[in-house]
């Protein structure tokens, strides 16, 4: 007997729904003239339109009903409350590519708009310097840190970078520079796409305090000097990070990091942080991957603070306080580190039994926990711990060259006895 074909998909036109009260167009710089009939039209048809001021300019020609511009603080609450009415909201280029689209998705369902989008602002950059945008990094700094370019800074990489202001190019190239990238050729373009289009090109060491218009893109190509720090995609140098001695070492880091099994858009708590390390390279496996370091130390955690400012993940939530206390009304883990000798994490009895218990309670089921202990008390807790809910045991056990007199020897850290542990 043949298995029966499923039924053809049912093909419906999207502006043909009554349902979709809200249309979203995207708009450059060249403003009408750049827009297709159906963008026009949904235009000049609206009962109201939001926009930026310089968005409602230029559109100002087909606006027929109430032109609002965006509240501030920004808010997309003034658009759902005209549910229902006809409503059009005016986005730069492409709204889905770090703009409002994104925002109102998460409140508008789909079935609700039509989007006309237009060429984002990485689209024509790309089209003007003849880069293929599969090649490219591309990310966005409006009102975002510009440390978040830090890991992207590698010998032959192109970078396209929204930026917030025309200074914002000078601070870049300052950071570049300062991090041995000075020969990087930069490109910022102006108003693409419209009538007042500008591109300057500088080295980043060269660029100074020059000023640009506001509405600019940055682009990079990425050159490294003799003295460029070059983050690795895994395994940071332990040199690289501020640290008091504190520290998870590089090659057990990277022995937890591979039990902690990041997935994209986790959450870890790195308990007992130290200087931040392990939460660190966490989240520079990912930029959706998102991560809380609780240090009761109030110079570590300015520390940590510091390193994921120079190492390129500032959004690092750094949280002060003595664990389990400080754990309290955290949003939940997918994941939690506990370093060092267990009293890192903060309880004060040496052991770290009573956190142990609070941290393998909060977590979710499915989340996974990985314990590292250097002293006998701690690993004799882990054992323990280990033998009454299961999960794995590995020693880690780490050895480097010295030297001897005149020769050479191996010098042995201290051992790491490393629980891992999936909760069911």
Do not use: Y
């Amino acid at each position: 007997m043949q298995p029966s074909s499923p039924p053809p998909l049912a093909a419906t036109d999207p502006r043909s729904l009554t349902t979709r009260w809200l249309t979203i167009v995207g708009i450059g710089e060249d403003g009408p003239d750049g827009l297709g009939r159906a963008a026009r039209e949904a235009i000049a048809a609206a009962a109201v339109v939001f926009g930026g001021a310089r968005h409602l300019a230029l559109a100002g020609p087909l606006i027929t009903g109430e032109a609002r511009a965006w509240p501030t603080p920004f808010d997309t609450a003034p658009v759902t409350a005209l549910r229902g009415r006809r409503v059009c909201v005016l986005a730069s280029g492409d709204p889905f590519r770090h703009g409002v689209g994104a925002t109102l998705a998460r409140r508008v369902d789909p079935a609700e708009m039509t989007v006309l989008p237009a060429p984002s602002a990485f689209s024509l950059a790309a089209a003007r310097l003849g880069w293929p945008l599969a090649e490219v990094e591309a990310i966005s700094l409006h009102g975002r840190p510009e440390a978040l370019i830090r890991p992207l800074l590698h010998p032959g990489t192109r970078i396209l970078a929204l930026t917030s202001d025309g200074d914002a190019p000078a601070r870049v190239a300052r950071r570049l520079t300062a991090t041995g990238f000075g020969p990087s050729r930069l490109h910022v373009l102006e108003a693409l796409g419209g009538p007042d289009e500008r591109h300057h090109t500088a080295r980043a060491a060269d660029l100074g305090d020059a000023r640009f218009a506001a509405l600019n893109l940055l682009a990079v190509e990425v050159e490294a000097g003799e003295d460029a720090q070059i983050l690795p995609l895994g395994g940071l140098d332990d040199g690289l990070f501020e640290h008091d001695g504190q520290i998870t070492k590089r090659e057990v880091r990277a022995v937890t990091l591979a039990a902690l099994a990041p997935r994209r858009g986790e959450l870890l708590w790195d308990v007992g942080a130290g200087a931040g390390s392990v939460a660190i390279e966490w989240m520079l496996r990912h930029p959706s991957l998102r991560a809380i370091a609780i240090e009761a130390d109030p110079e570590r955690a300015a520390r940590i603070r510091r390193n994921a400012e120079v190492l390129g993940t500032p959004g690092l939530d750094v949280r002060e306080g003595r664990a389990p206390a400080a754990l309290a009304g955290l949003p939940p883990p997918d994941a939690i580190f506990l370093g060092g000798g267990g009293a890192g994490g903060g309880t004060g009895d040496g052991t770290g039994a009573g956190l142990l218990d609070t941290l393998t309670a909060v977590l979710p089921g499915g989340g996974r926990l990985v314990a590292n202990a250097v002293t006998l008390e701690m690993q004799a807790l882990l054992t323990a711990t280990a033998g009454r809910l299961g999960g794995a045991l590995v020693t880690v056990s780490i050895a480097r060259a010295g030297p001897v007199g005149g020769m050479s020897a191996w010098r042995p850290a201290m051992p790491v006895v490393q629980w891992s542990w999936v909760k069911p």
